[in-house]
């Protein structure tokens, strides 16, 4: 909300902002209606999500077209995603991604102190740990981490929720339970 003040009725002043305040749109992202394919250039396969209920944020593909990522969330869970597909040096399985991915993850310093558990569901590599405050603040962030790897490429879906509580994992499970490698 907001307010403009102007000492006289009928000025061309408040008829400008009259005029641009008609014409102004609130940007809002739709919601992804189903199944999302996830690929990169030169691959005959991509990897299939079920994203609905879930805005898309961003949808980027670096210069050398060899990584993409999307991001996206979903208000009612409060959950965000973020998904990376990219080229990596050698041909890995998702417990090889996940390895790879967890090196990285395990130098950042906001994971010091944090345990980070390791499991599969199904082709899945999987990844979780819980940041329960950050800088003192009590914030209770959830993550999981999924991967898949295929023909040197590696998939990487992070799912995070801030104030976790048991049972919320049921709302990234539908997400989880659909990632599958398809053709295109």
Not at 23 to 38: D, F, I, M, N
Request: aromatic share 8%; hydrophobic share 45%.
């Amino acid at each position: 909300a907001f307010s403009f003040f102007f000492r006289t009725k009928d000025t061309p002043e408040r008829e400008a902002v009259l005029a641009m305040l008609a014409g102004a749109r609130v940007k809002t992202e739709a919601a992804v209606p189903g199944p999302l394919s996830l690929s990169l250039p030169g691959y005959p396969w991509g990897v299939r999500l079920d994203l609905a209920g879930f805005a898309i944020t961003a949808d980027e593909m670096n210069s050398a077209r060899t990584a993409r990522r999307i991001a996206a969330e979903n208000r009612e869970s409060s959950i965000t995603l973020t998904a990376f597909l990219e080229r990596v040096p050698e041909s890995m399985d998702a417990k090889a991604c996940r390895t790879y991915y967890a090196a990285r993850l395990q130098r950042s310093p906001i994971m010091k102190g944090i345990a980070v558990r390791m499991s599969e569901l199904g082709e899945l590599a999987v990844l979780d740990y819980l940041i329960k405050d950050f800088q003192g603040v009590p914030i209770n962030q959830k993550h999981v981490n999924a991967y898949l790897g295929q023909d040197g490429a590696c998939l990487d879906v992070h799912l995070s929720k801030i104030q976790f509580v048991s049972g919320d994992e049921a709302s990234w499970q539908p997400v989880l339970d659909s990632i599958r490698l398809e053709a295109r």
